[in-house]
């Protein structure tokens, strides 16, 4: 499916709206779970982040084309590295930043992806290195995330640690993302992405299997409904977002991501009714946002 330049900005928006409702859902889960008396430790966390991985890529493998085809072309250690960063290590760090901080940070934080980006394709893939300017508006989005930390708002639990665990986690999607791109030379995005996410999603069941016999407690209908939804948000979000860096440049795609933590803290702050956000995820979310656009606009000059 072939997407033009003028309509990535919907697509990026689709995306961002996906990853976005993402943050209160898993909140409503824990919510959930503490209603009836289950805490969200990790095992608990794990099995559920596995469950939806399993199901969304499985989906995504069921619609591709030639999935098991495209394997045998490609590396298998490589689609391993991939499901490890992208989904395990990025999704355990995720789920378990989620039940330290709030989603409102954790939506703001999501950005931090971007700045990774910036830094780690030049030591992978030898792109150019960022220049003054660049340098300079990534001191900006620091700033932004540092004032966010600091007065997050009501309902944020532990905004340092939280703070730590998402941006740790999104060095791992940013890794994952870079290894993604020799994957494709091989292997279609949507075959790549359900691998990625089933694999990752196997890993974590596993990892999360003194949970096993809690199964039917940890997962009462209205948990069903939304790791259900949650599943589809990971096969639709994250197919069109990997198909979209087969189209596009990934540093031309990084300068959108603004969108993605607009519209998590904007529904985030709408879902979760335990949290009210405070004057610095408004400003560190200001100073990001201008930050991304920055770089945006400049990506757009150079290339």
Known sequence: MKISTRLLPVAVLLCAL??????????AIYAEWARHGVEPDMSNRFLLAGVRF?????????MAKHPWVEMKKTSWK??????C??????????YTALATASAVLGGLLVSSGSFWWLVLAPLILKTPWPNRWQWALMG?????????????GAGSGQPVLGGVLFCLSTLSGALGLISLQKILVTMGARAATGYGLFLGGVMLLLTGVMAWPDFACLFPPKVILLTAYLAFVSALGFGLWNH???????????GYRFLVPMCAVVES????????????????????????I?????QLKTT
């Open 140 to 152: 900006v989005g620091a700033a932004g995330v540092l004032v966010a930390v600091y007065r997050p």
């Open 54 to 62: 399993v199901l969304g890529g499985a989906v995504l493998l069921l």
């Open 269 to 292: 702050s709408l879902l979760v009714s335990s949290e009210s956000p405070g004057a610095g995820i408004w400003l560190g979310g200001a100073l990001v946002v201008v930050a991304l």
């Open 294 to 298: 920055g770089l945006q606009r400049y």
């Open 18 to 27: 996906l990853w976005g409702s993402a943050f209160p859902a898993i909140k």
């Open 85 to 94: 960063a992208q989904t395990y290590v990025q999704y355990a760090l995720f």
């Open 78 to 83: 490589r689609v391993l590295v991939f499901a």
């Open 244 to 254: 979209l860096t087969r189209l596009f440049p990934v540093n031309l795609l990084a």
